[in-house]
């Protein structure tokens, strides 16, 4: 499948080394997306708000475009002059400035001419509400939302952003997550540093962060007093490093020159760090700071920017391999839950009762009842009716004598009954053991299960739903269903039932009273001994009682008995038929168990079991190694 873009691609951009990484990242993000639907099962927590998938969606997904561009963010404390370096890299008085502090509490990015037409501007800032810049007084509200104002300005160069921030050395929580989003989102952090404000514990832990995430930190000593701190800026910049992890990328320093800074014409200038070890006099030019992160060092820092955030995401502890490693382990326990769920099998059942085979006999002969035609139906509804006439009298004086028979539908649904209220019983013993095993993913399901009037609740709905099945009318449905199957897959053997029928019906008057009155008891009673057990006698009828007549037996056992093979696949469809109705029967049961008390209990266990073996976690994995491959994974 092509890759889809959310950008059209230049031809240029193809052949930079940002195209393949920004395929696979792609590729990475959708795949995750697919995952973390799938283990929601699994409660782990969210993707959003961990680091790597923060940068993944935040700062690659955005920036990995057709044009690169730089996010860069002037980053400090209080009062320290921030401003005024946002100011210089403007090239205009874009943000006021003061000796006060400015109480600013959102971010305000100068955007070049045309650059919001080519590029979804809240896409970049995510976790901002992004606004266009109105007044100066906007960045200054004080506002719970988090807002960025964005302006732009002519004379930017096409490919850089900057940021103007709220102090990051704040007690206000809610400029804590504003530096959070405002880092993920920069491709380089300006630490504007001065004497006062380079070892304070806030803008510390700030950086502690961004140099874990392997950011690219320039940092300006602002306010010096020079040439006096000459010999001291290192000092303090060694200190800093140290405290938090921070090899700058480049360093320059600005004098304390509060005319020049107002006038934006402060001179910034390019040291070397750590300084020589011969002391070689650094040189007192100017650095035009636009000029140097536009063009003289754009290509690094975005490629160590990439570099760094692919190390961070393929980070095998705190990266996506980590994250697969979670969803292995949290899988590892559903396994455990499914596998002691289903050792335990409670809600097999093993003793469910068979259909009584007069029940299916006598659809079967209702079934072949309705498939004759002609004369051989007439003949046998006819001598049917008689047949039943003549046993009245033996019916009657066997009932008066030995009582009625029981009604074998009657007593086949108390024995289902007994099964499902046993069955209920051995399941809520079974789980309430289960339950007091210990295991965290089971045990508060069961005792949700368990708890209350569980048990009697159930018995009502089940009684309630076994009183409304018409069990005749399931008999019906699946000998119809059977037997046509049997009628479709086998037309030999239908037709040559059908012909023993035709026979049958013209034999029936010699057979249906001669042998009747000869054997002084219905033939069909007069050969089950000869059968030896009841499901095989119920076989036979399926030739011989088939055809509704004692005359029939007599025809269709001498058919029978001459093709052995016949009589044993005759005997396996009506062993299935049986089979098949019991298994109706227990999927019924079945479904209201699921329905009422265990719900997807056990699907939800062997999904979860069996993440780490689907195809979408396999989709992660090989995204992951696709990225690995990619030059800038390579060389981080």
């Known amino acids: 499948m092509p890759v889809q873009f959310d950008f059209p691609l230049k031809p240029d951009f193809m052949s930079t080394p940002f195209a393949e990484s920004a395929a696979g990242v792609r590729r990475l993000r959708d795949a995750l997306v697919e995952l973390e639907q799938g283990t929601r099962l699994l409660q782990l927590p969210h993707l959003a708000g961990r680091e790597w998938y923060e940068l993944l969606t935040r700062k690659l997904i955005p920036q990995l475009v057709d ?22 890299l403007a090239g205009c008085s874009a943000s006021a400035t003061s000796p006060l502090a400015s109480g600013t509490r959102h971010p ?10 080519r590029h979804e501007l809240s896409l970049i800032f995510q976790g901002f509400t992004v606004e266009s810049w109105s007044t100066a007084e906007a960045p200054l509200q004080d506002d719970e939302e988090h807002k960025l104002f964005w302006r732009t300005i002519d004379g930017m160069p096409d490919n850089l952003l900057v940021l103007d921030t709220p102090d990051i050395d704040s007690d206000a929580q809610v400029n804590w997550h504003r530096a959070d989003c405002i880092r993920h ?27 874990a995430e392997g950011k690219s930190v320039i940092v300006i000593f602002n306010q010096c007093q020079l040439p006096e701190d000459e010999q001291y800026w290192p000092v303090w910049l060694d200190t800093f490093c140290a405290e938090t992890s921070i090899d700058p990328e480049f360093v320059y320093i600005a004098p304390h020159d509060r ?67 979670q969803v292995r382990q949290k899988s590892l326990d559903f396994q455990s839950a499914a596998e002691l769920f289903s050792t335990n099998q409670l809600a ?16 079967i002969r209702d079934w072949w009842r309705k498939q004759r035609e002609g004369m051989p139906r007439a003949v046998h509804d006819f001598y049917n009716t008689l047949g039943r006439g003549i046993t009245a009298p033996f019916r009657w004086a066997r009932n008066r004598f030995v009582g009625e028979p029981a009604d074998p539908l009657e007593e086949y649904r108390r024995r289902e009954w007994d099964t499902i209220v046993e069955a209920i019983s051995r399941l809520y013993d079974g789980l309430t053991q289960l ?33 409304a099945v018409d069990l005749t009318e399931e ?27 035709t026979i049958a019906a013209a034999a029936r008057p010699m057979t249906s009273v001669v042998l009747f009155f000869a054997g002084g008891i219905p033939v069909g009673q007069a050969v089950s001994p000869l059968m030896g057990d009841a499901l095989t006698q119920a076989a036979v009828h399926i030739v ?16 029978v008995t001459s093709t052995s093979e016949g009589f044993r696949y005759l005997e396996a469809k009506f062993r299935q038929l049986q089979a098949g109705f019991t298994a109706r029967r227990v999927t019924w049961f079945s479904n209201l168990l699921k329905t009422h008390l265990l719900g997807s209990l056990q699907e939800e266990l062997q999904s979860a079991a069996g993440l780490p073996h689907s195809e979408l976690f396999a989709d992660v994995e090989k995204a992951i190694e696709e990225l690995r491959s990619q030059p800038a994974a390579v060389q981080a």
Not at 292 to 301: A, C, K, N, T
Not at 475 to 501: E, G, N
Request: hydrophobic content about 40%; glycine content about 6%; proline content about 6%.
């Open 67 to 88: 044009d690169p561009y730089i996010v860069a963010a002037v980053v400090g404390g209080t009062n320290i002059g921030k401003s005024v370096v946002f100011n210089h």
């Open 108 to 117: 305000t990015c100068l955007v070049p001419p045309g650059f919001p037409e």
């Open 185 to 211: 989102c920069a491709d380089v952090l300006i630490a504007v540093l001065t004497q006062q404000k380079y070892n304070d514990a806030a803008v510390k832990q700030f950086f502690r962060k961004a140099a």
């Open 259 to 325: 005319e020049a800074a107002e006038a934006n014409r402060l001179p910034f200038y390019s040291r070397t760090y750590p300084p020589p070890a011969e002391g070689i006099a650094e040189t007192g030019d100017t650095c035009d700071l636009s000029a140097e992160l536009s063009r003289l060092h754009f290509e690094e820092i975005k490629y160590h920017t990439l570099q760094t955030s692919l190390k961070q995401i393929l980070d095998l502890t705190d990266g996506v391999p980590g994250y697969l490693e």
């Open 348 to 363: 097999r059942i093993d003793n469910w009762p068979p259909a009584p085979n007069s029940l299916l006999v006598y659809q």
């Open 435 to 467: 339950s007091l095993l210990g295991n965290e993913l089971l045990r508060p399901r069961l005792e949700k299960v368990l708890a209350g009037k569980s048990r009697e609740s159930l018995l009502e709905t089940v009684k309630t739903e076994f009183d």
């Open 475 to 501: 008999m019906d449905r699946l000998v119809t269903a059977q037997m046509q199957t049997f009628r479709d897959d086998s037309p030999q053997m239908y037709a040559f039932l059908k012909r023993l029928d």
């Open 544 to 559: 011989g009682d088939i055809a509704g007549g004692t005359g029939a037996v007599v025809v269709g056992e001498a058919a």
